[in-house]
């Protein structure tokens, strides 16, 4: 049996990122396009690796979403309709956090976001709710 503390501190997390993905991109000026990328990556990457604890499988210390998704999928097929958010957003876990190493723009930035709230949102739907975090803030 999981720990479910430790799953909800997992998603809470995840959540976390997601927040201050969003909020970076939304509220700053100028736009943290880069910053929220990466959030939007260790968004997703949390929320997998939340949903693998709660499988009783401790997570690879890897940042590649898509193998990540692929340990998910494995275990639970319908996985694979997220896959492809997972490798869209999978170049964010290390380029972004060098100057000139990745190009992106508010589109892109955007649709990352709105990637990462569905990649977060679908593994959440997997959790009970003793396992759901309780968010201070409203819902992304």
């Known amino acids: 049996m999981s720990d479910i503390n430790l799953v909800k501190e997992w998603f809470q997390h995840s959540y976390?990122?997601?927040i201050v993905a969003k909020h970076s991109f939304e509220d700053?000026?100028?736009?943290q396009i880069d910053i929220s990328s990466?959030?939007?990556q260790q968004?997703?990457?949390t929320a997998l690796k939340g949903y693998l604890v709660f499988k009783d499988i401790e997570p690879p210390k890897i940042h590649n979403l898509r193998m990540l998704c692929q340990l998910c999928i494995d275990i639970d097929d319908?996985?694979?309709t997220i896959i492809s958010f997972c490798v869209a957003l999978n170049k964010?876990?290390?380029i972004s956090r060098y100057p000139n190493?990745?190009?992106t723009d508010e589109t892109t930035a955007k649709l990352s976001i709105e990637k990462a709230k569905t990649i977060y949102e679908f593994c959440l739907e997997k959790i009970p709710?003793?396992?759901k975090p309780i968010h201070k803030e409203a819902a992304v």
């Open 43 to 45: 968004c997703a990457e």
């Open 129 to 131: 709710e003793e396992g």
């Open 16 to 18: 976390n990122n997601l």
């Open 28 to 31: 700053l000026c100028p736009k």
């Open 101 to 103: 190493e990745l190009e």
């Open 78 to 80: 319908s996985f694979n």
């Open 38 to 40: 990466y959030l939007c």
């Open 92 to 94: 964010y876990s290390v």
